[in-house]
């Protein structure tokens, strides 16, 4: 059932929390966002964490660029999400739109412009964030930060753009402007401040507050690490300032160091990762294609970095707001409290009355000597009021705000809690459902989710909810979602959407986590390398599973099914989908994928070979690259087409 005729006050709420600025939480806070198009991008991971910077306004953004033949997702398991809630900081990793060979990103062609390219993509992807009021990011705690071929191009991104990024962090990156043979070949020599100081052009002047960390792996046989010091005291150069003397160990315990040169005023920091080599240095327990986890967090300790070296935030700190008390008279309300602010600087206290339609009424004073203050509020008509009180300084930074709704007049009649903004996030097999919930009453009792036949109750957070449930099967899923107030008026509405019960990894995590063995490891990596892929659970007979990809040429042992309903290989896992009472399984695919899956045997000529399905000795047409549909009820006697009906 769906509650009508709450829109007007549900809009009132809505339009006051984003007026005083409650509603500056990030879109799913504290999980990963895959796959979103944004900023010129077709995929981007976004990670929003729930905690904000202890500098400046809000969040800081960090975007991260993947390296040569490194897929995105690798870094969903570089331990990057650390880092974002430690210091407050949305991470993005975007998928490079124009690559070069390899999949790297082109640093080394092409027009260097701020209106060119994945260049253009970049600093569109990090203004588009910072303009959206979700994420509540800092303009001026925006960086980015990349590994090899991510790496300059980072750099050579925020030369172009010094007044978007105030800070770098570049790992194993060749020199900007040098050529695709220099990353892995003899060092090419290249004047970094000269060329960065051309690229920035007229925004040059931004350097004055531009920060960078720069870094490498002491075991990188793979970019010269000739970059590492050049990159340094290039920056350093550009920026004006002098190495300090001496080295840091930096340290995250088990052995797992770092060593740290720094320049003036911390202006420019040079990282050797130990034990680590052509990799991004995640930290103890990261992992991925070219993520190494034997040194510390690099993400982490840009987090630090940025956080006590950036020149752009104010220091200053906000004022403090303590004891607010309020307290109503009829049609008057009046609050008292205190105001401090440890810098000395000139304080407003400044109260807000916003009814049902929006309309706000403000009210101000200045605090005592000794912070004290007292004001009213005007005659305010029969309504529910959302109270704000805030402190400002002279320096323009706002107190932590204090709120409370208020109800002048009678209560309003009873009505049940409205749910809207309904959405869903799909990781694996996991799902956070996330919406807002108005209750006029203002007695909203709970949030419930029902996935399948289990019910979570959900985290409420002002008018935000969220409830996450993992271990879901494949394919098609309703979530019901249902608000009650304590009166026990409530409302319901049903939220669909995918599972794909398809895990994603390497070939050695596969092997890891037990869905391949090494039976037929040789053409999973002919296949796939070190690249990341997709198996799903497949039931070959009873509750006997096996692991494979879409095609079946790589599959691994048969095994006990990992769950009361595995998928059929078909639809990502629909449970609605069983196999056929006879367990009669099918396949369709090249007849090389099917030799090599044990279906079907060759003979004859080399080059083009006669294949013939195993066990019934059937001819399957075509040679090597012939498709042909083969199917079994045993798995072991293999007969050309379809299983019988």
């Given at each position: 059932?769906?509650?009508?005729?709450?829109?007007?006050?549900?809009?009132?709420?809505?339009?006051?929390?984003?007026?005083?600025?409650?509603?500056?939480?990030?879109?799913?806070?504290?999980?990963?966002?895959?796959?979103?198009?944004?900023?010129?991008?077709?995929?981007?991971?976004?990670?929003?964490?729930?905690?904000?910077?202890?500098?400046?306004?809000?969040?800081?953004?960090?975007?991260?660029?993947?390296?040569?033949?490194?897929?995105?997702?690798?870094?969903?398991?570089?331990?990057?999400?650390?880092?974002?809630?430690?210091?407050?900081?949305?991470?993005?990793?975007?998928?490079?739109?124009?690559?070069?060979?390899?999949?790297?990103?082109?640093?080394?062609?092409?027009?260097?412009?701020?209106?060119?390219?994945?260049?253009?993509?970049?600093?569109?992807?990090?203004?588009?964030?910072?303009?959206?009021?979700?994420?509540?990011?800092?303009?001026?705690?925006?960086?980015?930060?990349?590994?090899?071929?991510?790496?300059?191009?980072?750099?050579?991104?925020?030369?172009?753009?010094?007044?978007?990024?105030?800070?770098?962090?570049?790992?194993?990156?060749?020199?900007?402007?040098?050529?695709?043979?220099?990353?892995?070949?003899?060092?090419?020599?290249?004047?970094?401040?000269?060329?960065?100081?051309?690229?920035?052009?007229?925004?040059?002047?931004?350097?004055?507050?531009?920060?960078?960390?720069?870094?490498?792996?002491?075991?990188?046989?793979?970019?010269?690490?000739?970059?590492?010091?050049?990159?340094?005291?290039?920056?350093?150069?550009?920026?004006?300032?002098?190495?300090?003397?001496?080295?840091?160990?930096?340290?995250?315990?088990?052995?797992?160091?770092?060593?740290?040169?720094?320049?003036?005023?911390?202006?420019?920091?040079?990282?050797?990762?130990?034990?680590?080599?052509?990799?991004?240095?995640?930290?103890?327990?990261?992992?991925?294609?070219?993520?190494?986890?034997?040194?510390?967090?690099?993400?982490?300790?840009?987090?630090?970095?940025?956080?006590?070296?950036?020149?752009?935030?104010?220091?200053?700190?906000?004022?403090?707001?303590?004891?607010?008390?309020?307290?109503?008279?009829?049609?008057?309300?009046?609050?008292?409290?205190?105001?401090?602010?440890?810098?000395?600087?000139?304080?407003?206290?400044?109260?807000?009355?916003?009814?049902?339609?929006?309309?706000?009424?403000?009210?101000?004073?200045?605090?005592?000597?000794?912070?004290?203050?007292?004001?009213?509020?005007?005659?305010?008509?029969?309504?529910?009021?959302?109270?704000?009180?805030?402190?400002?300084?002279?320096?323009?930074?706002?107190?932590?705000?204090?709120?409370?709704?208020?109800?002048?007049?009678?209560?309003?009649?009873?009505?049940?809690?409205?749910?809207?903004?309904?959405?869903v996030a799909v990781d694996g097999q996991c799902a956070v459902i996330s919406g807002r919930v108005f209750d006029l009453n203002r007695n909203l009792d709970t949030v419930a989710v029902e996935f399948n036949s289990t019910t979570v109750t959900a985290d409420i957070s002002g008018d935000r909810f969220s409830a996450q449930q993992c271990q879901l099967a494949g394919g098609e899923q309703t979530a019901l979602i249902t608000?009650?107030?304590?009166?026990?008026?409530?409302?319901?509405?049903?939220?669909?959407?995918?599972?794909?019960?398809?895990?994603?990894?390497?070939?050695?995590?596969?092997?890891?986590?037990?869905?391949?063995?090494?039976?037929?490891?040789?053409?999973?990596?002919?296949?796939?390398?070190?690249?990341?892929?997709?198996?799903?659970?497949?039931?070959?007979?009873?509750?006997?599973?096996?692991?494979?990809?879409?095609?079946?040429?790589?599959?691994?042992?048969?095994?006990?099914?990992?769950?009361?309903?595995?998928?059929?290989?078909?639809?990502?896992?629909?449970?609605?989908?069983?196999?056929?009472?006879?367990?009669?399984?099918?396949?369709?695919?090249?007849?090389?994928?099917?030799?090599?899956?044990?279906?079907?045997?060759?003979?004859?000529?080399?080059?083009?070979?006669?294949?013939?399905?195993?066990?019934?000795?059937?001819?399957?047409?075509?040679?090597?690259?012939?498709?042909?549909?083969?199917?079994?009820?045993?798995?072991?006697?293999?007969?050309?087409?379809?299983?019988?009906?």
């Amino acid at each position: 059932m769906k509650i009508q005729n709450l829109s007007r006050a549900r809009r009132m709420l809505a339009g006051l929390l984003l007026a005083t600025g409650l509603l500056a939480s990030p879109a799913i806070a504290g999980s990963w966002q895959q796959n979103v198009r944004v900023g010129g991008f077709n995929k981007v991971h976004l990670y929003s964490p729930d905690s904000v910077s202890a500098i400046g306004q809000g969040r800081g953004l960090l975007l991260v660029l993947h390296g040569c033949t490194q897929s995105i997702d690798a870094y969903l398991t570089a331990n990057l999400t650390q880092a974002a809630e430690q210091y407050g900081l949305v991470i993005a990793v975007p998928d490079a739109m124009n690559k070069a060979g390899f999949g790297c990103w082109s640093y080394w062609q092409g027009t260097k412009a701020r209106s060119a390219g994945d260049y253009k993509n970049l600093i569109t992807l990090a203004n588009n964030l910072v303009a959206d009021v979700n994420y509540q990011i800092d303009p001026n705690q925006v960086y980015i930060a990349g590994l090899s071929s991510g790496a300059a191009f980072a750099n050579t991104t925020a030369c172009l753009a010094p007044d978007v990024f105030a800070g770098m962090g570049i790992s194993a990156g060749p020199s900007i402007g040098t050529s695709s043979s220099g990353a892995i070949g003899p060092c090419e020599t290249a004047n970094v401040a000269s060329r960065c100081a051309q690229y920035a052009g007229s925004f040059s002047g931004h350097f004055d507050s531009q920060i960078a960390s720069i870094a490498q792996g002491r075991n990188d046989t793979t970019v010269n690490l000739c970059y590492n010091e050049q990159n340094a005291n290039g920056l350093a150069d550009l920026y004006n300032v002098s190495r300090l003397s001496g080295e840091n160990l930096i340290s995250s315990g088990a052995g797992r160091t770092a060593d740290e040169s720094l320049w003036q005023d911390g202006r420019v920091s040079m990282l050797w990762f130990n034990n680590v080599d052509h990799a991004w240095s995640g930290g103890q327990g990261a992992s991925g294609s070219y993520i190494n986890g034997n040194s510390i967090n690099y993400a982490s300790y840009l987090g630090q970095y940025f956080q006590d070296n950036n020149q752009r935030v104010n220091r200053n700190s906000a004022p403090e707001l303590s004891g607010v008390s309020v307290n109503q008279q009829a049609s008057i309300v009046t609050i008292t409290g205190n105001a401090n602010d440890v810098d000395g600087d000139a304080i407003t206290v400044t109260a807000s009355f916003t009814d049902s339609v929006g309309q706000q009424q403000l009210v101000s004073t200045v605090p005592g000597s000794s912070g004290d203050f007292s004001l009213n509020s005007p005659v305010l008509a029969d309504d529910w009021y959302q109270l704000t009180v805030t402190a400002a300084d002279s320096g323009g930074l706002v107190s932590t705000a204090y709120t409370e709704q208020l109800l002048i007049g009678p209560p309003p009649a009873a009505a049940p809690p409205e749910l809207s903004e309904l959405a869903v996030a799909v990781d694996g097999q996991c799902a956070v459902i996330s919406g807002r919930v108005f209750d006029l009453n203002r007695n909203l009792d709970t949030v419930a989710v029902e996935f399948n036949s289990t019910t979570v109750t959900a985290d409420i957070s002002g008018d935000r909810f969220s409830a996450q449930q993992c271990q879901l099967a494949g394919g098609e899923q309703t979530a019901l979602i249902t608000a009650t107030d304590v009166g026990g008026l409530f409302s319901a509405e049903p939220l669909s959407f995918t599972i794909d019960a398809g895990q994603n990894a390497t070939l050695a995590q596969h092997i890891s986590a037990g869905r391949l063995d090494y039976t037929n490891y040789a053409n999973c990596y002919l296949e796939y390398s070190t690249a990341s892929f997709v198996l799903r659970e497949n039931v070959i007979t009873g509750n006997q599973c096996r692991w494979q990809d879409e095609d079946a040429s790589c599959f691994g042992p048969a095994q006990t099914c990992s769950s009361a309903n595995p998928g059929d290989g078909d639809d990502g896992g629909d449970n609605d989908n069983p196999p056929p009472a006879t367990d009669c399984v099918v396949f369709t695919t090249n007849n090389y994928s099917h030799k090599v899956a044990g279906r079907a045997y060759s003979t004859g000529n080399f080059y083009t070979p006669n294949y013939f399905a195993n066990g019934s000795n059937a001819a399957m047409a075509g040679s090597t690259w012939g498709v042909t549909t083969l199917s079994s009820d045993d798995g072991t006697f293999w007969q050309t087409g379809a299983c019988p009906q």
